[in-house]
Nanobody
């Protein structure tokens, strides 16, 4: 059974940094991409960053230049380095692997205080 587990969320002041990590356990085959989504209260879930199997990355305009996504094939992880955090980055962050099937983590809360 595949399981994605996120870690690294928490409370940080505006301008600070956090690093989110997501590790996948179980047998995942034919992964095309990995990424991070977020959902703030009362808002739709939105893509934050994605990395495709060839190494291409994609970022939401609101996080470009501040967030960096990375992956480790051996450890089966996807990380999100978040710098210069803003209060509007406050949300529950979810990691996802997709390909033949889609897998999601349970989410980790990120709260940025002003």
């Amino acid at each position: 059974q595949v399981q994605l587990v996120e870690s690294g969320g928490g409370l940080v002041q505006a301008g600070g940094s956090l690093r989110l990590s997501c590790v996948a356990s179980g047998s995942i085959f034919s992964v095309i991409g990995r990424g991070w989504y977020r959902q703030a209260p009362g808002k739709r879930r939105e893509l934050v960053a994605a990395i495709i199997s060839g190494g291409s990355t994609n970022y939401a305009d609101s996080v470009k230049g501040r967030f960096t996504i990375s992956r480790d094939y051996v450890k089966n992880t996807v990380d999100l380095q978040m710098n210069s955090l803003k209060p509007e980055d406050t949300a529950v962050y979810y990691c996802t692997f997709w390909g033949r099937n889609d897998y999601w983590g349970q989410g980790t809360q990120v709260t940025v205080s002003s």
